[in-house]
Every structure is written in structure tokens, then in C-alpha cells.
């Protein structure tokens, strides 16, 4: 759930299983063709000598895993801690854990319950369920279908995504209105993942159907299924609090309190691994699990249809579920992440497999991220075995290379006020020496980056792996995006080029300061010798404020770029309230510094016309002078000075 900040977009990586999971999932002797069975007791040998190790390793106090299989649990097992101060074991049934974003799972599931009941419907202008407007942009409605593939073309905004005090929540419509994002795509265009789009499908259930959303779901989803440990509610009652697992940025640090969710129908889901496990049996079964239904089959099997993929051949979305197909399998599924909390559930859909698994823990560095996904594909590997099959490499792979390489930006990301964040976050393609390409975020377990070949048309896949990418060009042939199966498709990057190209944006960004830095020692040299020599600056009085003003302008565009790395390096220590007093005088700055880049064109003009100094010093000036020019259009470039605060 959480938003994936410039920082965690150059951290992703492809994770291939490590030496140490490859070799525990080795198949044992004496099994049929190799290949073990899965079975209760197998499965659980498995996973009882892989997961201790794994969460101990990475700093994760307690984890939940339950996998369920034709229509039955098939194990469930909890590990580690569920609070290590007290020593109290994970149970499957009796620990609560917050899944986050799979909570999306039950908001699409209440959707898809009022579309059978013929009281929405997935083509309709969203305004028609609302009691707001979302202005018209690009010519066309969102659509709940555009809500439930996470093309609705909003920018991402995490603004009181979560807050720390139960006081803080307040009412969803207040939240819809007053965080409205921009939209930066046309509706069911663009994959670019979006809690705000979520979040607003969960005020259509509760308007449509009369209830509060939370409400809603125990009474249509929770009953029926007999999920008695789950629940939308913040706080939880008294009853279930009393089972909620602790969560932990660490399992050697202290607790972190329990995560009050503004978007509820976003990620506010607490729920036992024994209550998921129903929710997936009736997702595998065709809506029904042990005579309670939540939808009929030909609603379920429309949710496990793709709906959008973001190329061709590529993983997409289905409705509200997305694709995960490895190993040749077909799967769909969700994650979802709080601060403390990380979750998958898997569904493959022709096995009749579910598997739910959360960490309470982020773990060192992250580490959450990496153990589930690595205990994921162990799975995988050890009972679907995957030999990819043979596909050669182009004849002359050097010119697509060449035309893929250069710098590309999540579609999942903020334009209004941190677009110069999000660029800093960039992901480079780079082109190899024989042919292949690398990409910046993708690397193995080493951290090196993979190589990838060209096995079609601008489609890549990975040297001894099976992981593709896939570049998508214009009708010119202008290369515009890439989408890869390595990790789950909730965004896509697209290209970037010219001054906004990070390529481009480091170096100058690098001459900008350090010329600015340097004509601030110089004039500080220089003031420092005419003190000292008893000398004065010959200025009239308007070409001492342009001198003046130009100092400041200097001074200022260095401290926006400042303010802002380090207001947002510390905006999860900050309140919401902070953060946005912080944005409100740094845009003040901006403008500032906007007039004091004038300035400073405006002293080189008078410098030039009528001195003093020589060819020197003119030059200099003109040196200067094309910096602010730089820094004026950094500004207005980036929005450092528009007076957003959604961010």
C-alpha cells in the first residue's frame, strides 16, 4: 500500500532464488520424475527448514504462511514472533496480521458483488456514484474498470495515507475531496497503481449500497465466509486487539504502534492467515467456500480476465487481481505493505493453489521484500519445476539496443509538487558491448546488473533466467515505455528525454551548484579583501539592490534544492501538517529565488554594459547569468513553486 518513493523505485530488484533457498529446495530422492509432491507434510518440511532462517536472517520477528489447495488448507503454519517482548508465538488462527493493499482484494469484491446485483456498473462515469465531482480531463470518464486495473490516470498521492492517532481518520468523502490527485494520463491507458482510485470504489460500495464500508464488507464478504478475525475497523474492537500481532520496522526494535489507515478500503484490513485462506478457497472454488457464497462462478471468472496489460504478451491486470504467470503457471494476485507489515497472496488458478503469506517486519535494509518473494519462487520451483523454453537471440541485436537505452520514470509517481524527487528516481537502460542491455534496478542477488537479451522485437529476455522486458514504441518508432514480468505490473516506465532526462538533469544539475557555489566565494573573497583593504564597492543605489538581490537569488536556489532532499529524506518522521507547512515555504523560496535568478541576469546585463572588470569578469558574469536561467526553468520545470501540497 504504501507509495513507492524515488528511493524504493532504485531499490526494487529482480530476485532470483539465492543459493542457499535453491539448495533447500532441491527435490528429494525417490520422487516421481524428481519432482515432489505437494502434500501437507512435505510442504511443511519444506517451509519449517526455509522460513526460521530466512526471517531470523533478515531481522523479521514473526511471519504467517497458510496455503490452501482443492478446496481444502493444506498447511498453516506461523513462525517466529508475534510480539517478541513477550515471547508470544505466531498462530494461523489466532494472530492478526494487516495485509494492506490485499484489502483492495475485498473493496473489488464488494464492486464486483454490486455489479451482479445489477446496482453498478464497470463502464459508467464514476461522477454518477458520487456525490463530488472529478473535473472531465482527456475527453473521457474514469470508469470503475478503470479504478479496478489502476488506470484511472490519477498521480500517485500518499497525503494522510496513514495517520498516527485514531482522531486523525476522518470522514472518506472529506478524504476524497480534499485529496483529490491530479490526472496526468487519459483513463484506461496508463497501468500506474493508485490507493486514492481504490479508495474511491470503497465510497462508491458505501454509497450504493447504504453502508459504511467496513460495515459492508463483514456483512457481505466476512459473515458468509465465516471470517470471524478479520475486520475494516480502526481501532479493532476490543476483542480482536487483543490478537493483533506487534509490528516492527526490525524485530530487534521496538514495536511500532498500530497503523491507522485513512484509505480503508485501500489497505485497513486486519485479518488471521486461518481467515485468508477462506477469502482464497472461495475465490478457487467460484465464490463459494463451505455453503456461504460471495459471488457467483461467472463473476469470478470475469475478475480472472485480463482486462489491460501494459504490452502485449506482457503480465497485466485482471479485474482488481494482477498477473503473476511464472513457471508456466497461471497465477493472479496482490501484495500489500504498511510500514510494518508485508503481504502476498497468490492464487494459481489451474492448480486450485492459494498461498497467503505476511511478515511483520520490514526487516534490515527492507529485507520483507526480498524473503517473500524468494519464499514464493521456492515454492514454485520445487513443485513446478520450469525449464523456459529456447528462444534465440536476434541476428543483430546492436540496433535496438541503442534505441532502448537512456533514462525512464515510473508511471507511478507525483507531478504537482515532487516531480523533482520522482526524477531523481530514474532508471536507467544502458546498452552492453555485446548487444545485450542492463537495467539500473534490476540486479541479482550480488547486486550486478542483469543482462538481457533480445529475443523479438524489442522484447528482452533474461540471461539465464526467464524473466522478460518489453519496449513499446510510437507509431514513429519513437521508444516510449518498457514493461517487465520480473516483478508484478502496477506501473510501467516510460522514456524521458531532454532536460528532464537524469542523464541530462545530473551534470547540469552538478554545474549548476557548483557554479553557484563558486560565485559565492568569490564574492565573499572579494568582500573579504575590500574589508580588509578599506576599500568600497562603486555602485549606485539601484545597482547595489540588483547586486544584493542577485547574492540572495544565488544563496536561494541552493537552499531549494537543499530544503527539498531533506525535508522529504525525513518526511516519515515529520506529521502531514509539518510536511506541508515545510512545502508552503519552500515554494515561498522558489519564488524568491525566481526573482533573485532575475536579478542575477539583471546584474550580468549591467555588468557587461558598463563594468567594472575586464574580459574576465564579464565572462563570468555571462557564466552566471546562464545558470539562473538554468535555475528559473529548474523551477518551473519541477513545480518548486506552484503551491501544491498533495503529495
Same mark, same amino acid.
Not at 529476455?461 to 514513429?476: C, E, N, P, Y
Not at 529565488?593 to 558598463?610: C, F, K, S
Given at each position: 500500500m504504501n507509495r513507492l518513493a524515488p528511493a524504493v523505485l532504485a531499490a526494487l530488484t529482480l530476485l532470483p532464488a539465492a543459493p542457499a533457498l535453491a539448495a533447500i529446495a532441491a527435490a528429494?530422492?525417490?520422487?516421481?520424475?524428481?519432482?515432489?509432491?505437494?502434500?501437507?507434510?512435505? +510442504?511443511?518440511?519444506? !517451509?519449517?527448514?526455509?522460513? #526460521?532462517?530466512? %526471517?531470523?536472517?533478515? &531481522?523479521?520477528?514473526? *511471519?504467517?504462511?497458510?496455503?490452501?489447495?482443492?478446496g481444502k488448507v493444506l498447511l498453516s503454519r506461523g513462525y517466529g514472533?508475534?510480539?517478541?517482548?513477550?515471547?508470544?508465538?505466531?498462530?494461523?488462527?489466532?494472530?492478526?496480521?494487516?495485509?494492506?493493499?490485499?484489502?483492495?482484494?475485498?473493496?473489488w469484491t464488494s464492486v464486483m458483488q454490486l455489479v451482479q446485483a445489477g446496482k453498478l456498473n464497470l463502464d459508467t462515469d464514476v461522477n454518477r456514484y458520487i456525490d463530488f465531482t472529478i473535473p472531465p480531463k482527456y475527453g473521457k470518464p474514469i470508469t470503475l474498470r478503470d479504478l479496478m486495473t489502476h488506470s484511472g490516470g490519477f498521480e500517485d498521492t500518499g497525503r494522510d495515507l496513514f495517520?498516527?492517532?485514531?482522531?486523525?481518520?476522518?470522514? +472518506?468523502?472529506?478524504? !476524497?475531496?480534499?485529496?483529490? #490527485?491530479?490526472? %496526468?494520463?487519459?483513463? &484506461?491507458?496508463?497501468? *500506474?497503481?493508485?490507493?486514492?482510485?481504490?479508495?474511491l470504489a470503497g465510497y462508491i460500495v458505501q454509497r450504493v449500497s447504504g453502508e459504511p464500508f467496513d460495515q459492508y464488507v463483514a456483512r457481505h464478504i466476512f459473515a458468509p465466509l465465516h471470517m470471524n478475525h478479520s475486520s475494516f475497523a480502526q481501532p479493532l474492537p476490543p476483542k480482536l486487539a487483543s490478537m493483533m500481532s506487534a509490528g516492527y520496522a526490525q524485530a530487534s526494535g521496538k514495536p511500532i504502534p498500530f497503523e491507522y489507515v485513512e484509505a480503508a478500503p485501500a489497505g485497513a484490513l486486519s485479518a488471521t492467515g486461518t481467515d485468508m485462506a477462506k477469502f482464497m478457497l472461495a475465490y478457487l472454488g467460484g465464490g463459494t467456500y463451505?455453503?456461504?457464497?460471495?459471488?457467483?462462478?461467472?463473476?469470478?471468472?470475469?475478475?480472472?480476465?485480463?482486462?489491460?496489460? #501494459?504490452?502485449?504478451g506482457m503480465n497485466g491486470f485482471d479485474l482488481g487481481f494482477y498477473q503473476e504467470n511464472r513457471n508456466g503457471?497461471?497465477?493472479?494476485?496482490?501484495?500489500g505493505d504498511t510500514n510494518a507489515f508485508h503481504s502476498d497472496l497468490h492464487l494459481l488458478l489451474k492448480q486450485h493453489i492459494g498461498i497467503f503469506m505476511s511478515l511483520n517486519s520490514a526487516?534490515?535494509?527492507?529485507?520483507?521484500?526480498?524473503?517473500?518473494?524468494?519464499?514464493?519462487?521456492?515454492?514454485?520451483?520445487?513443485?513446478?519445476?520450469?525449464?523456459?523454453?529456447?528462444?534465440?537471440?536476434?541476428?543483430?541485436?546492436?540496433?535496438?539496443?541503442?534505441?532502448?537505452?537512456?533514462?525512464?520514470?515510473?508511471?507511478?509517481?507525483?507531478?504537482?509538487?515532487?516531480?523533482?524527487?520522482?526524477?531523481?528516481?530514474?532508471?536507467?537502460?544502458?546498452?552492453?558491448?555485446?548487444?545485450?542491455?542492463?537495467?539500473?534496478?534490476?540486479?541479482?542477488?550480488?547486486?550486478?546488473?542483469?543482462?538481457?537479451?533480445?529475443?523479438?522485437?524489442?522484447?528482452?529476455r533474461q540471461v539465464d533466467g526467464q524473466a522478460h522486458l518489453k519496449f513499446t514504441?510510437?507509431?514513429?518508432?519513437?521508444?516510449?515505455?518498457?514493461?517487465?514480468?520480473?516483478?508484478?505490473?502496477?506501473?510501467?516506465?516510460?522514456?524521458?528525454?531532454?532536460?528532464t532526462s537524469l542523464g541530462?538533469?545530473?551534470?547540469?544539475?552538478?554545474?549548476?551548484?557548483?557554479?553557484?557555489?563558486?560565485?559565492?566565494?568569490?564574492?565573499?573573497?572579494?568582500?573579504?579583501a575590500r574589508r580588509r583593504l578599506g576599500l568600497r564597492l562603486e555602485l549606485t543605489k539601484n545597482e547595489r539592490r540588483i547586486h544584493l538581490a542577485a547574492r540572495i537569488g544565488a544563496e536561494t536556489f541552493l537552499a531549494i534544492l537543499a530544503g527539498w532532499i531533506v525535508t522529504f529524506s525525513l518526511q516519515d518522521a515529520l506529521s502531514s501538517a509539518a510536511v506541508v507547512n515545510i512545502m508552503l515555504v519552500l515554494y515561498t523560496i522558489g519564488v524568491i529565488g525566481i526573482l533573485g535568478g532575475i536579478a542575477m541576469v539583471a546584474e550580468t546585463v549591467l555588468r557587461v554594459a558598463h563594468g567594472p572588470g575586464g574580459w574576465l569578469v564579464r565572462s563570468g558574469e555571462i557564466v552566471v547569468a546562464i545558470a539562473a536561467v538554468y535555475g528559473i526553468w529548474f523551477i518551473f520545470a519541477f513545480g518548486l513553486a506552484n503551491f501544491a501540497t498533495n503529495f
Amino acid at each position: 500500500m504504501n507509495r513507492l518513493a524515488p528511493a524504493v523505485l532504485a531499490a526494487l530488484t529482480l530476485l532470483p532464488a539465492a543459493p542457499a533457498l535453491a539448495a533447500i529446495a532441491a527435490a528429494p530422492a525417490g520422487t516421481a520424475h524428481g519432482v515432489p509432491a505437494m502434500t501437507s507434510q512435505d +510442504l511443511r518440511t519444506f !517451509l519449517d527448514g526455509l522460513v #526460521p532462517y530466512a %526471517i531470523r536472517r533478515a &531481522g523479521i520477528a514473526g *511471519a504467517v504462511i497458510v496455503v490452501v489447495k482443492n478446496g481444502k488448507v493444506l498447511l498453516s503454519r506461523g513462525y517466529g514472533y508475534a510480539d517478541v517482548a513477550k515471547q508470544s508465538p505466531v498462530i494461523p488462527d489466532r494472530t492478526i496480521f494487516r495485509p494492506g493493499s490485499i484489502s483492495k482484494l475485498f473493496t473489488w469484491t464488494s464492486v464486483m458483488q454490486l455489479v451482479q446485483a445489477g446496482k453498478l456498473n464497470l463502464d459508467t462515469d464514476v461522477n454518477r456514484y458520487i456525490d463530488f465531482t472529478i473535473p472531465p480531463k482527456y475527453g473521457k470518464p474514469i470508469t470503475l474498470r478503470d479504478l479496478m486495473t489502476h488506470s484511472g490516470g490519477f498521480e500517485d498521492t500518499g497525503r494522510d495515507l496513514f495517520v498516527k492517532h485514531k482522531n486523525q481518520l476522518y470522514p +472518506l468523502d472529506q478524504y !476524497l475531496k480534499e485529496r483529490l #490527485p491530479a490526472r %496526468i494520463f487519459p483513463p &484506461g491507458t496508463t497501468i *500506474a497503481y493508485s490507493n486514492y482510485g481504490a479508495t474511491l470504489a470503497g465510497y462508491i460500495v458505501q454509497r450504493v449500497s447504504g453502508e459504511p464500508f467496513d460495515q459492508y464488507v463483514a456483512r457481505h464478504i466476512f459473515a458468509p465466509l465465516h471470517m470471524n478475525h478479520s475486520s475494516f475497523a480502526q481501532p479493532l474492537p476490543p476483542k480482536l486487539a487483543s490478537m493483533m500481532s506487534a509490528g516492527y520496522a526490525q524485530a530487534s526494535g521496538k514495536p511500532i504502534p498500530f497503523e491507522y489507515v485513512e484509505a480503508a478500503p485501500a489497505g485497513a484490513l486486519s485479518a488471521t492467515g486461518t481467515d485468508m485462506a477462506k477469502f482464497m478457497l472461495a475465490y478457487l472454488g467460484g465464490g463459494t467456500y463451505d455453503g456461504g457464497t460471495i459471488l457467483a462462478p461467472r463473476t469470478v471468472q470475469q475478475m480472472f480476465t485480463l482486462q489491460l496489460a #501494459p504490452a502485449p504478451g506482457m503480465n497485466g491486470f485482471d479485474l482488481g487481481f494482477y498477473q503473476e504467470n511464472r513457471n508456466g503457471l497461471e497465477i493472479v494476485g496482490h501484495a500489500g505493505d504498511t510500514n510494518a507489515f508485508h503481504s502476498d497472496l497468490h492464487l494459481l488458478l489451474k492448480q486450485h493453489i492459494g498461498i497467503f503469506m505476511s511478515l511483520n517486519s520490514a526487516g534490515h535494509n527492507g529485507a520483507a521484500e526480498d524473503v517473500r518473494v524468494r519464499i514464493f519462487r521456492a515454492v514454485l520451483d520445487r513443485y513446478f519445476p520450469y525449464a523456459p523454453p529456447q528462444e534465440k537471440t536476434v541476428v543483430d541485436p546492436a540496433p535496438d539496443a541503442a534505441r532502448v537505452a537512456g533514462w525512464y520514470l515510473t508511471s507511478r509517481r507525483e507531478e504537482s509538487a515532487l516531480s523533482f524527487l520522482y526524477a531523481l528516481g530514474q532508471v536507467q537502460v544502458t546498452k552492453n558491448d555485446d548487444g545485450t542491455i542492463s537495467v539500473s534496478m534490476l540486479k541479482d542477488a550480488a547486486q550486478s546488473p542483469l543482462r538481457w537479451r533480445e529475443v523479438g522485437p524489442l522484447y528482452y529476455r533474461q540471461v539465464d533466467g526467464q524473466a522478460h522486458l518489453k519496449f513499446t514504441a510510437d507509431a514513429s518508432g519513437r521508444i516510449v515505455s518498457w514493461t517487465t514480468d520480473a516483478f508484478i505490473p502496477v506501473f510501467i516506465f516510460q522514456r524521458v528525454n531532454g532536460l528532464t532526462s537524469l542523464g541530462t538533469l545530473k551534470p547540469m544539475l552538478t554545474a549548476f551548484i557548483g557554479i553557484l557555489a563558486i560565485s559565492l566565494l568569490i564574492r565573499l573573497g572579494a568582500w573579504i579583501a575590500r574589508r580588509r583593504l578599506g576599500l568600497r564597492l562603486e555602485l549606485t543605489k539601484n545597482e547595489r539592490r540588483i547586486h544584493l538581490a542577485a547574492r540572495i537569488g544565488a544563496e536561494t536556489f541552493l537552499a531549494i534544492l537543499a530544503g527539498w532532499i531533506v525535508t522529504f529524506s525525513l518526511q516519515d518522521a515529520l506529521s502531514s501538517a509539518a510536511v506541508v507547512n515545510i512545502m508552503l515555504v519552500l515554494y515561498t523560496i522558489g519564488v524568491i529565488g525566481i526573482l533573485g535568478g532575475i536579478a542575477m541576469v539583471a546584474e550580468t546585463v549591467l555588468r557587461v554594459a558598463h563594468g567594472p572588470g575586464g574580459w574576465l569578469v564579464r565572462s563570468g558574469e555571462i557564466v552566471v547569468a546562464i545558470a539562473a536561467v538554468y535555475g528559473i526553468w529548474f523551477i518551473f520545470a519541477f513545480g518548486l513553486a506552484n503551491f501544491a501540497t498533495n503529495f
